[in-house]
């Protein structure tokens, strides 16, 4: 991030959020960041990446998966999909 100009603390706030492996607590955590209106939404699992894409449409989701997204509902197609 450092090196798109972006530092921790000066002008960026990374906010993490656990469901310390209680995935019903996700959709909570997801529409707390949505209330904050944070620019983004990054998860590391679908489960996770779900309960972000229930809450908001409008704030991007970045999201790691082992699989395909589509397969896991993340994605109708595969339009504008970074890999």
Known sequence: MKEAGYVEGENVTVDYRWAENQIDRLPELAGAL???QVAV???AAPPAALA???ATSKIPIVFGVGG???EVLLRAS???VAI
Do not use: F, H, L
Request: charged share 25%.
């Open 34 to 36: 949505v209330q904050r």
């Open 41 to 43: 939404i990054v998860t």
């Open 52 to 54: 972000a894409k229930a």
């Open 68 to 70: 395909d997204p589509i």
């Open 78 to 80: 595969t339009g504008r």
